[in-house]
């Protein structure tokens, strides 16, 4: 997996428990078109505190372009943003 | 009395790491601790100094507090960074936060520095101290240097001794093989001037300071004297202070980014610096009695001089008027580059004492509650004096973080 930390737009679940759950999210790819990937399977997750900055850490599978794939998203708790992290 | 374990904990060039460790978690690829790199002011409005150096900066022979310019100098590829004070205020507040696991007497002496008391804790200290420090850089993702003592000025000398990510110990019966050998301006408290002084009669190291006689550092040095010899012998007795220790002054300064040399442009800086000392004194329902100006030209000469009033005061009209005073009395129509107010002998403005030879004016009271009230609400900028129109210089000067309150350093312990 390669860092992208690129910011995605989100469609989350946000439930009664802890963490919210990343369901699909929207990206602009290198060719400046937008496309839409489905988190098919949460495997972890985890929170980062990093200099103090709270994060959640998810790893996550997909299908992309006819492949599944594995990728990393964060979601930054203080500003309720969500990134493309790793892919 | 004996038996006391404190900790010092002082986060590896603080701001260094914390922009290091921010960077990392944001997804960028390299490393600052392990290039050369600083923290450094504006080199356009000539804040250029270094604030925070990595490690392999230090090999270039970079030190804390030169300007960036000429650490440029000393390393062409050195990666300069602007300071970001939210970043540096989270991360201290998660190390604080962490440590409040450990041990409820905790004094948060500088936004890096934290004592820590572990008399009564659970596990033997070192332990604990490897438990800290571990926990500190998984979790929070930057080191820490543990000093521990039996009171807060040796738990202080021990977490300097070597760098980074270390843990050291004084105790009362290592101070002659740790501390007594090094050089006497590592002692806490002991200037560039002390030093000098010390110098001049032959001490070089804290163990020769130490066997001095403790009368003729009396009748040298006086007081100040006593308290660098107790020091040197590692007496110190303070309790970790878990609230916050009561404001002694209140100042606030400004680097200009060009020089002054004109009387009426230096009035609207000390105005604009008025605004934000006097703003913050009636934050803190506190008045002041003396107030000091201090300038510096732009060959970095400085000078000040300072008034006791005989109305403690929290106006901004009453310190600005008082401030150009001063400046009047002092100025030598030099160009200058740095302005700095600061307010001392503060005290509760429950009752004031007031006096025959001076005016109170009740007004005044009312007028800046008003303007403070507006600006709350409003935004710092909502009411400025008209003469700041179209000048330049803004019209409140100075402050580091204006919301939060910044930790800043004392030199009590």
């Known amino acids: 997996m390669k860092i992208i930390m690129k910011p995605i737009e989100m469609i989350a679940w946000f439930n009664n428990t802890n963490y919210p759950i990343p369901l699909r999210f929207r990206v602009e790819t290198e060719n400046k078109t937008n496309i839409v990937i489905k988190i098919d399977k949460i495997v972890f997750k985890e929170m980062q505190k990093i200099a103090g900055n709270r994060m959640i850490v998810y790893r996550c599978e997909g299908i992309i372009s006819g492949l599944q794939r594995t990728f990393e998203l964060k979601y930054e708790i203080d500003t309720c943003k969500w990134y493309l992290f790793k892919m | 009395m004996n038996d ?4 010092h904990i002082d986060v590896n060039s603080a701001y260094l790491s914390w922009e290091a460790a921010h960077n990392l978690q944001m997804g960028s690829n390299i490393d600052l601790r392990n290039v050369p790199s600083i923290v450094g002011g504006d080199q356009e409005k000539r804040h250029g100094i270094v604030l925070a150096k990595s490690i392999p900066a230090k090999k270039y022979g970079i030190k ?3 300007s960036v310019y000429s650490a440029l100098e000393k390393c062409p590829e050195l990666i300069v960074i602007s300071p970001h004070y939210d970043i540096y205020m989270k991360a201290s507040k998660a190390m604080v936060d962490f440590l409040y696991d450990y041990s409820p007497l905790i004094q948060r002496y500088s936004i890096d520095e934290v004592f820590l008391d572990y008399t ?7 332990e604990a101290a490897m438990k800290i420090k571990e926990g ?15 009171n807060k000025l040796l738990a202080k000398m021990a977490s300097d001794f070597t760098k980074p990510d270390k843990i050291h110990t004084l105790f009362y019966d ?12 590592d002692l806490f408290m002991i200037g560039y001037r002390t030093k000098k002084k010390l110098n001049s009669r032959g001490i070089f190291t804290i163990g020769e300071l130490a066997h001095l006689d403790r009368d003729y550092i009396y009748s040298w040095l006086k007081k100040p004297g006593l308290l660098i010899w107790e020091y040197a012998n590692g007496i110190e007795n303070s309790d970790v202070k878990i609230s916050k220790s009561k404001v002694k002054s209140i100042g606030n300064s400004t680097t200009l980014p060009f020089d002054v040399s004109t009387k009426e ?3 609207k800086v000390l105005l604009g610096i008025s605004e934000m000392v006097g703003m913050r004194l009636r934050e803190l329902n506190i008045k002041a009695e003396v107030i000091s100006v201090s300038l510096k030209t732009s060959e970095f000469f400085s000078y000040s001089h300072q008034k006791k009033l005989n109305i403690p005061t929290s106006s901004t009209n009453t310190i600005y008027k008082t401030a150009l005073a001063l400046f009047e009395e002092m100025w030598d129509n030099s160009s200058l580059r740095c302005f700095s107010i600061s307010l001392s002998s503060l005290v509760y403005d429950d009752f004031i004492q007031l006096s025959f030879f001076e005016n109170f004016n009740e007004k005044e009271l009312i007028l800046d509650k008003s303007i403070d009230n507006i600006r709350k609400k409003f935004g710092q900028s909502s009411v400025i004096r008209s003469a700041f129109l179209y000048s330049g210089i803004d019209p409140i000067i100075g402050g580091v973080v204006a919301e939060e309150n910044y930790p800043m350093m004392s030199s009590y312990l």
């Open chain 2, 120 to 126: 009564n804790g659970n596990l033997p200290y070192m």
């Open chain 2, 64 to 66: 804390t507090g030169e």
């Open chain 2, 174 to 185: 290592e101070i002659e093989k740790k501390m007594w050998p090094l050089p006497v301006e």
């Open chain 2, 136 to 150: 500190i850089k998984k979790e929070l993702g930057f080191t820490v240097n543990i000093g521990i003592g039996p």
């Open chain 2, 4 to 7: 006391r374990i404190v900790f």
């Open chain 2, 265 to 267: 442009e230096a009035m």
